[in-house]
T-cell receptor, first 108, second 115 residues
Framework: DAKTTQPNSMESNEEEPVHLPCNHS???????IHWYRQLPSQGPEYVIH???SNVNNRMASLAIAEDRKSSTLILHRATLRDAAVYYC?????????FGTGTSLTVIP | DAGVIQSPRHEVTEMGQEVTLRCKPI?????LFWYRQTMMRGLELLIY????????DSGMPEDRFSAKMPNASFSTLKIQPSEPRDSAVYFC?????????????FGPGTRLTVT
């Protein structure tokens, strides 16, 4: 199974951009990169996904390196509601393999 | 749509008792997943179904665990007999397809405590 590596924790000031990195050096050519987040006492929530090109949606942006061995989730203006654990996942058919994720703290 | 529905939200039981967790996936989704989350092991996939048929149950920890999906709108995860080490949050998720571009939608989870 393809693995991902993320920092255990990060901090950000409120209303500032946040860049959450993820390394996936063993990614295959057909693996999609998915990001989920889990707010306290809730189930994981889909954030964004991509294959090769950078992606934007209402929640975040996903920047994918040209060699696809790393990616960055970008929250353009962190709010207190963005405090969560963020998971970077390589999507294999039928399954997700969640790692330990990055715990994001947003400082008021 | 109401999203994925799980019941109960909290369950406290004594060791040795049977526990049944329930899940209603999003209508029209062909895939259903059961996960378990603990502090020690994080989020683990237990089993998943496609069109009500179990596809991969390699994550089910032991024979005390069983899962069924009698129809497209209902699934159960049963633990018999329960043990304290089964204490965890159990999540159900559904997906419209298994293709790698599709996301999963998670329910709110059932927090199980076995004393």
């Amino acid at each position: 199974d393809a693995k991902t590596t993320q920092p255990n924790s990060m901090e950000s000031n409120e209303e500032e951009p946040v860049h959450l990195p993820c390394n996936h050096s063993t990614i295959s050519g057909t693996d999609y990169i998915h990001w989920y987040r889990q707010l306290p006492s809730q189930g994981p929530e889909y954030v964004i996904h991509g294959l090769t090109s950078n992606v934007n949606n209402r929640m975040a942006s996903l920047a994918i390196a040209e060699d696809r061995k790393s990616s960055t989730l970008i929250l353009h203006r962190a709010t207190l509601r963005d405090a969560a654990v963020y998971y970077c996942i390589l999507r294999d058919v039928g399954q997700f393999y969640f790692g330990t994720g990055t715990s994001l703290t947003v400082i008021p | 749509d109401a999203g994925v529905i799980q019941s109960p939200r909290h369950e406290v039981t004594e060791m040795g008792q049977e526990v049944t967790l329930r899940c209603k996936p999003i209508s029209g989704h062909d895939y259903l997943f059961w996960y378990r989350q603990t502090m020690m092991r994080g989020l683990e996939l237990l089993i998943y179904f496609n069109n009500n048929v179990p596809i991969d149950d390699s994550g089910m920890p032991e024979d005390r665990f069983s899962a069924k999906m009698p129809n497209a709108s209902f699934s159960t995860l049963k633990i018999q007999p329960s043990e304290p080490r089964d204490s965890a949050v159990y999540f159900c998720a559904s997906s419209p397809a298994a293709g790698m571009a599709y996301e999963q939608y998670f329910g709110p989870g059932t927090r199980l405590t076995v004393t």
